[in-house]
């Protein structure tokens, strides 16, 4: 097969139960829900879905085609939320096969893919790229593919899509219980987040079901048992989920993602790990609107290292190769854009 494209079966809808228990992962959601200017579709005033809640529905329709068996999702680039998602919306996801290569494992391969997430009016509504770690069926079998593609580094800020009917210029931050706003930010500030999380299995399964992921490193705990780790996997959008929750703390009033410019799952998260966070500010960045303008980030998360009470180095060198790879207690790298309303004037 040459660049397939597959229209996933069984389309995701209505949203209203699965918003309000993704909602108690992050208290962003619980403001959108009570924030009057916030964009509402008339006549029914339906409520936004959280950008991430999306991101996973649309993520979770692609596994049982693209990456059911596989190993580990490695990383992202040019995630786009193009449009916002309503209670009521019914989502189904579209992907294209882009390239593969072989890696030092004779076992498996990586694969490149690019995910579009339609609604109902076949409008998009989130596109992204990822590549994943892919069992193969002859593991002995040399396939010669080296065809791994060149992937924006980030999105432009002509692509990052603001709702035309959003309106922060009444934003209380009395809601958010932070009175720290765009202009509040500086590039090159690092703010490391206090809360800590430990991860449960009965919680990430929950989730990963609740988002449509059917992959098996997730869920078949004798399966996980032969393979390197032993355990199951905690699937990565629940660990994005989680490590944005932990941002919240010191970054109370980013309102909305619009973008992950890249991201890369660093290292596997299993149950009983405890995540933390730090984020760097990356830029600032101005979107000719007097409400509001937008930060470009850099998440990330460790587990079992608390970093306010031991500093820890994204990177360490590899005694064996002489060059520089994530630190083992670093699970996540993120580098998104997100949405802060300006202060008043």
């Known amino acids: 097969m040459t660049s397939p494209t597959v229209d996933h079966s069984t389309a995701a809808g ?5 918003r309000h228990i993704h909602g108690q992962e992050d208290r962003r959601g619980q403001f959108l829900r009570r924030f009057q200017g916030w964009p509402r579709i008339p006549p029914r005033r339906s409520a936004s879905v959280h950008d991430l809640l999306v991101f996973h529905i649309v993520f979770g329709r692609a596994v049982q085609d693209v990456s059911l068996n596989s190993p580990a999702n ?6 786009r939320f193009v449009r916002p998602v309503y209670t009521g919306d019914t989502l189904r996801s579209e992907t ?16 490149w893919v690019h995910t579009k997430g ?12 990822r590549w994943a770690m892919v069992n193969k069926r002859e593991p002995q079998t040399k396939t010669g593919d ?10 432009s800020v002509e692509n990052l899509s603001i709702p035309t009917e959003l309106n922060l210029s009444k934003f ?46 997730h869920f078949n705990h004798q399966l996980q048992e032969k393979s390197r780790l032993g355990k199951r996997i905690i699937y990565g959008g629940h660990v994005i989920s989680t490590i944005h929750a932990i941002s919240n703390d010191g970054l ?24 933390y966070a730090w984020t760097e500010v990356l830029d600032k960045i101005a979107l000719g609107r007097a409400d509001c303008a937008a930060l ?3 998440l990330v998360g460790v587990k079992n290292i608390d970093p306010n009470l031991e500093p820890l180095t994204l990177k360490v060198r590899d005694e064996k190769s002489g060059r520089d790879q994530y630190h083992p207690n670093v699970v996540l790298d993120l580098d998104c854009t997100v949405l802060m309303p300006k202060r008043r004037r």
């Open 146 to 155: 080296n065809d791994s593609p060149d992937l924006p580094a980030q999105v």
């Open 118 to 129: 339609f609604n109902q009016r076949n409008e998009v509504v989130l596109q992204f790229y």
């Open 252 to 275: 109370e009033n980013a309102l909305r993602v619009l973008a992950f410019n890249a991201g890369s799952h660093a290292n596997p998260t299993v149950a009983g790990d405890t995540l």
């Open 172 to 217: 209380d931050p009395v809601v958010t219980g932070s009175n720290y706003f765009w202009e509040d930010y500086e590039v090159g500030e690092r703010i490391v987040h206090p809360q800590g999380i430990t991860m449960e299995d009965a919680e990430h399964q929950m989730a990963t079901r609740l988002y449509q992921n059917t992959a098996r490193v």
């Open 14 to 18: 209505k949203f209203t139960g699965s």
């Open 296 to 298: 470009r980030l850099r």
């Open 74 to 79: 490695l990383g992202y680039a040019d995630v």
């Open 96 to 111: 294209e096969v882009l390239g593969k290569r072989e890696t030092s494992r004779a076992d498996v391969g990586i694969v």
